[in-house]
Every structure is written in C-alpha cells, then in structure tokens.
T-cell receptor, first 112, second 114 residues
Framework: NAGVTQTPKFQVLKTGQSMTLQCAQDMNHEYMSWYRQDPGMGLRLIHYSVGAGITDQGEVPNGYNVSRSTTEDFPLRLLSAAPSQTSVYFC???????????FGDGTRLSIL | QKEVEQDPGPLSVPEGAIVSLNCTYSNSAFQYFMWYRQYSRKGPELLMYTYSSGNKEDGRFTAQVDKSSKYISLFIRDSQPSDSATYLCAMSERETGANSKLTFGKGITLSVRP
C-alpha cells in the first residue's frame, strides 16, 4: 500500500524556471491538498481539491497552479520560481476535508 | 490571535520521562482533534484522533481534550529516544462541508536523551 507518493524528493531550480511537483494517492481519497512547511511557520495550505475537476486556493496560493484531472493525481506547478518558494512541500489526502490527512514524504525544493 | 497556538519549544527530556505537549485554540466550533508525529525528513503521520472532549489512550500515548478551556494535550509515558520528533496538533470543526478543513499548530520538536 503506497499511500501518498511525491516526486521528486529533492530539486534545485534557478530563479524564473518552472516545474511540476507530482503527487499521487492510491486510497481513493476525494480530498487532496498541498502544503509548504517552513521553519517557524508550520504547515501552510497552498491549494486543495475536493474531487476531480474541482480545485480552490488555500492560504498561500500565489505563484502556484494546480489541476485535478483524476482522483489519484494532484500536481502542483510553480510558474516562475522565486527564492521565496524555497521550502519543503507536502501533499496530503483524506476522504473528506475535516478528517485526518495522509501525508507524503515531501519534496525539498531549493531555488537559487 | 492565531486560531491554534502551540509552544514552539524545543523540548528536551531524559529517557523515561513523562512528556506533556499542549495546544490552545480560539475557535469554540472545533470538534475533531488530531496529533501528528513528524520524523526528520519525513511527512507528518497521524498519531491520535479524538472527537469532542475526554481522553483517548493508545499504548504510551494519551490524548486529552478540554473543550471548556479550549486546550488539548498529548501525554507520552516512559518516553524513548525513538519518540524524538516534531509533534503537530490539528483540529477541524466538522469532517465534511463548510469549515471542515484542518487547522494545524506550528509544531514542537521533542528530543528524548538516552
């Protein structure tokens, strides 16, 4: 049982580059979300989805795009990377938004 | 005032100690309460999940909710070096529908010294 799988685990980008962080879950969860975790800031919600075809913004959405074409996948796109986006990104899923979420092991992203 | 406050720590205790981790919150509508454990370079994993007030025990871990004081606690008995991790509290008003999203504390890092 893989749970929530995130790729890549590490990435270094230059300012202005774009990239997609991948997230897949095999638990048939309707709710999926992306967080960033920074020292002293805790987990901050970037975007979330309550089902295929439905996405919405979280607390810190600027500079990120998402789409949800299938129940299983929820990729996060950085449009034009900035040093302020250096962080650890976590994808999570659950049956409903208020139930406990299952987290992936994160993508560590550095932007130079 | 933030919705969920958690002592930032860090916290260091000797092996075998009883550890008390706490969160306070301001939203009286929160009904579902969780504790997550996060090891270094890993994602958070669910440790305890409780509904409304009261205690829940699982092995060496006890989760306690006091809704009248808007205060939740996680107790770890006979702490072990393997308990060294960051602990995050989380809570929600309901499991589905409006205002059902999770609100997290910032986490506290615990170190258990052998």
């Amino acid at each position: 049982n893989a749970g929530v799988t995130q790729t890549p685990k590490f990435q270094v980008l230059k300012t202005g580059q774009s990239m997609t962080l991948q997230c897949a879950q095999d638990m048939n969860h309707e709710y999926m979300s992306w967080y960033r975790q920074d020292p002293g800031m805790g987990l901050r919600l970037i975007h979330y989805s309550v089902g295929a075809g439905i996405t919405d913004q979280g607390e810190v959405p600027n500079g990120y795009n998402v789409s949800r074409s299938t129940t299983e996948d929820f990729p996060l796109r950085l449009l034009s990377a900035a040093p302020s986006q250096t962080s650890v990104y976590f994808c999570a899923s659950s049956l409903t938004p208020g139930q406990p979420q299952h987290f992936g092991d994160g993508t560590r992203l550095s932007i130079l | 005032q933030k919705e969920v406050e958690q002592d930032p720590g860090p916290l260091s205790v000797p092996e075998g100690a009883i550890v008390s981790l706490n969160c306070t919150y301001s939203n009286s509508a929160f009904q579902y309460f969780m504790w997550y454990r996060q090891y270094s370079r890993k994602g958070p994993e669910l440790l305890m999940y409780t509904y409304s007030s009261g205690n829940k025990e699982d092995g060496r871990f006890t989760a306690q909710v006091d809704k009248s004081s808007k205060y939740i606690s996680l107790f770890i008995r006979d702490s072990q070096p393997s308990d060294s991790a960051t602990y995050l509290c989380a809570m929600s008003e309901r499991e589905t529908g409006a205002n059902s999203k999770l609100t997290f504390g910032k986490g506290i890092t615990l170190s258990v010294r052998p």
